[in-house]
């Protein structure tokens, strides 16, 4: 069974940083066709804003762009965020999500973790 575990949320003060961590089971995080980070603030669509593939290429979104750091660690079967500079308009709930084979459009989600950026 395909789960997904997010992590490592919490209250920040502009300018601090985070490291989101996704905890994945029933597959492996390095075979996953893709694997990306979404978030969605209250009241807005979830949006993408950073994904990883199977051959570890990265994409970013361009408000986020070097803002944030999208990795995995195939020992510990875990995808990270990084994220450095946050903002008050980074507060929302972020979401780990696969897509396991390149044939499936199928994506996995998990529950979210919260994140909240103070000015």
């Known amino acids: 069974q395909v789960q997904l575990v997010e992590s490592g949320g919490g209250s920040v003060q502009a300018g601090g940083s985070l490291r989101l961590s996704c905890v994945a089971s029933?597959?492996?995080?390095?075979?996953?066709?893709?694997m990306a980070w979404h978030r969605q603030a209250p009241g807005k669509e979830r949006e993408a804003l950073a994904s990883?593939?199977?051959?570890?290429?990265?994409t970013y979104a361009g408000p986020v762009k070097g803002r944030l750091n999208i990795s995995k660690d195939n020992a510990k079967n875990t995808l990270y965020l990084q994220m450095n500079n946050l903002k008050p308009e980074d507060t929302a709930m972020y979401y780990c999500?696969?897509?396991?084979?390149?044939?499936?459009?199928?994506?996995?989600w998990g529950q979210g973790t919260q994140v909240t950026v103070s000015s």
């Open positions: 999500a696969a897509r396991l084979y390149w044939y499936s459009t199928s994506w996995y």
């Open positions: 029933g597959f492996t995080v390095s075979n996953a066709f893709s």
């Open positions: 990883i593939d199977s051959d570890g290429s990265t």
